[in-house]
């Protein structure tokens, strides 16, 4: 199968000089547009998928905040999205983030059954425990994700522990204020046994200091997490900045005192609007592990 199979889908490929990275472009029958990425590490490949054509939730950090939400995928538009990436990847895909565009949470039926299609051991059959969905924080889809016997990842892009600058960035913390998102996490990954994953761009200047190292590193407190930190791309178009490497640095070493897991991602395919924030939908944290 691949992205052609569904009726009238144009796709149209990018590949990064910098690193191998593709990227996927999708226009399906009525014109709305997906984006999807395929990232290579140590010989396996990454697919992140995009869940909605745009997305509503509108952070300021995202190249397509401002783009708004065109429509939700249908599971095979989605499952359609992963066949083309695996078939570019050149027949093999290790695992897949729900991290393109849109908020997975917000079409979360289609999802799911993207999901259930994807960890078919009769079709596609990759184990749910590779597949990772995040969220900026819907804690209705949290909820749902703990009381669901689904065995896939769960992934919270924090953005900040400051509420009040992330009220600014994050337009859903109005609805759901980090604390409320933190604890329907940190009872999600208990109820699961699961590893929760803590996503964090940093911004230079904005949220990389060490006092947001310690506010994170707080939230981070006594639960079963693992914080993967990505330097923004400043090439995103939002005006924010990137952080300067010895302060991201330094922000990853407080977080390790700290005695919070805290790895930092490799940008990947920056040149081709791939990396995180520049994928038309952006979405949180994508990378491959340094
Ligand atoms: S970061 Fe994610 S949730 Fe926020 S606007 Fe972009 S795609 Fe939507």
Redesign the pocket.
């Known amino acids: 199968m691949s992205g052609s199979d569904l009726p009238g889908v144009e796709v149209e490929k990018r590949v990064s000089a910098l690193d191998g990275t593709v990227k996927l472009l999708f226009r399906f029958g009525d014109g709305a547009p997906a984006e999807s990425v395929v990232m290579f590490h140590k010989g396996r490949a990454s697919v992140c998928l995009s869940s909605q054509s745009g ?5 300021v ?5 401002a783009l708004g939400l065109r429509r939700d995928l249908s599971a095979g538009e989605i499952v359609a999205q992963f066949a083309a990436c695996r078939e570019a990847a050149g027949g093999a895909a290790h695992s897949i983030v729900f ?5 997975p949470f917000l079409n979360w039926e289609n999802v799911r059954g993207a999901i259930a299609a994807l960890s078919d051991q009769k079709s596609w059959n990759i184990p749910q425990s590779r597949m990772t969905v995040s ?2 924080g819907v804690v209705p889809g949290i909820e749902a994700l703990a009381a669901s016997d689904l065995k896939v990842n769960l992934a919270v ?1 924090v953005v900040t522990a400051d509420e009040g600058l992330r009220g600014r960035l ?1 337009p ?1 913390s109005a609805r759901y204020p980090l604390g409320e998102v933190m604890a329907a996490a940190r009872r999600c990954g208990e109820r699961r046994r699961r590893t929760v994953f803590l996503e964090y761009i940093l911004f230079g200047g904005l949220n990389d200091s060490l006092a947001d190292a310690a506010g994170l590193a707080a939230l981070a407190r006594g639960m079963d997490c693992t914080v993967n930190l990505i330097r923004y791309n400043s090439a995103a178009g939002s005006g924010l900045a990137a952080p300067d490497q010895a302060t991201a640095k330094d922000f990853q070493k407080a977080l390790m005192a700290a005695g919070v897991r805290a790895y930092m991602r490799r940008e990947t395919g920056s040149d081709i609007a791939a990396a995180c ?1 520049q994928l038309a ?4 944290v994508r990378g491959q592990r340094e």
């Open positions: 997305c509503a939730c509108g952070c950090f995202c190249a397509t905040g991290m393109g565009m849109g908020e969220t900026v892009s994050v859903m924030g939908g952006g979405g949180p």
